[in-house]
């Protein structure tokens, strides 16, 4: 059964965020500068309209200082103590040292600010529409990835003013459709909504306009070893988010505009386990040398049919192990841990939250 929060905002919530720790609190933005704190019972602890009524897009805690949240908000970023909304700081993904604040805004640059203090280390200069997104490497604080509107996902060494490495994912859908385009067929541009990265730091996702959850390799040395895709919702992908507190790091959480929320099981995806790809190269490689056997041959076929579907269509088999229907278009998606269960909290283009049960899992 589904939950209401209510009667913390009076326009449509746009973000929402969770403090660490077992009793962390909640924190949810909305249009109109509103920012609440909320209690993991759905209590509110605090409320504030920020300065200038800018629309808040997007709000961090601290992983190192509970005491601090982060909200961005027009061409400003604030911080609250979410206890007393009332005092703020002029100063948004945070990384795990919470040493460094990645701050993305529309002009496509991301600022990269030293904690404490706020000081500017870096500015980052490389997208050429909206920097809609931006999330620090897990187990690398120096790993900055950002994705925009100009459909580029970049990986940063903040040691340098230019990304290691850039991907097109136009490119790389106009590729992959190719190969499965009817005549007719309309494709939305893979404007990326949202970035995300599994805590082994090694896995990213970027929910796109076109439906899909664009998934990424990265290898030794940080380069991009893989690029595939999961075909998640109808309509745009507003929302991706690997889950930390599930059976292993590779859960993933999705939202679209097609109101549903959608939960996958990407452990035996070919971006994310390439070992049945590797194991058909050494297959063919021993072909060569010797002859197989009937029951060599039988399990290599098995390998390669995995192997050659493509990556979407070996996703769509799989399917998702949760969906659910919100009937909303999804703004935000929160996973989180409220009072040890599985939960994600949902906002949408109404004023109120609602909290969904994960522990049928």
């Known amino acids: 059964m589904a939950r209401q ?7 449509s919530i746009l973000c929402v965020g969770r403090a660490p720790g077992p009793e ?3 924190a949810s ?19 504030v309209i920020l300065p200038g009524e800018d629309d808040s897009t997007s709000v961090v805690f601290s992983p190192v200082a509970p005491a601090q949240l982060y909200v961005s908000h027009g061409d400003r970023v604030s911080v609250l103590d979410p206890r007393n909304l009332k005092s703020t700081i002029n100063a948004l993904a945070l ?6 604040l990645a701050v993305a805004d529309d002009s496509g640059a991301v600022r990269v600010l030293e904690l404490p203090g706020g000081k500017a280390c870096r500015t980052l200069r490389r997208h050429t529409n909206i920097c809609s997104s931006v999330a620090f490497r897990p187990h690398r604080p120096n790993n900055l990835v950002s994705a925009g509107l100009d459909m580029q996902v970049m990986l940063w060494g903040l040691q340098k003013t230019r990304p290691l490495w850039t991907l097109n994912l136009q490119d790389a859908a106009e590729e992959e459709d190719n190969h499965q385009q009817r005549p007719g067929q309309l494709f939305n541009p893979p404007l990326i909504h949202c970035a995300s990265v599994a805590t082994c730091g090694n896995i990213l996702g970027c929910a796109a306009e076109d439906g899909r959850v664009h998934l990424m390799r990265i290898g030794s040395g940080s380069k991009l070893e893989q690029q595939g895709a999961v075909k998640a919702h109808s309509q745009g992908a507003s929302q991706a988010h690997f889950i930390s507190f599930l059976s ?3 859960w993933l959480i999705t939202g679209g505009n097609d109101g549903q929320v959608a939960l996958w099981d990407l452990s035996k995806h070919p971006v994310v386990a390439p070992e049945a790809i590797n ?3 050494v297959t063919a490689a021993r072909r060569k040398k010797a002859p197989l056997t009937d029951q060599e041959e039988k399990e290599e076929a098995e390998v390669e049919d995995g192997a050659t579907a493509g990556v979407e269509e070996v996703t769509e088999k799989s399917g998702p192990k949760l969906r659910i229907s919100h009937g909303d278009k999804v703004n ?17 283009q109404s004023s109120s939250l609602t909290v969904y049960s994960l522990t049928q899992l």
């Open 95 to 100: 990384n795990e040292t919470g040493s460094a």
């Open 5 to 11: 929060w209510c009667e913390g905002h009076s326009a």
């Open 332 to 348: 935000w998606l929160c996973p989180t841990e409220l009072k040890g269960q599985p939960s994600v909290v949902v906002a949408d």
């Open 279 to 281: 194991k058909s190269q």
């Open 29 to 47: 933005g909305s249009e109109g500068g509103e920012v609440t704190v909320w209690s993991q019972e759905g209590t509110i602890i605090g409320h």
């Open 24 to 26: 962390g609190l909640l």
């Open 248 to 250: 292993h790091p590779y």
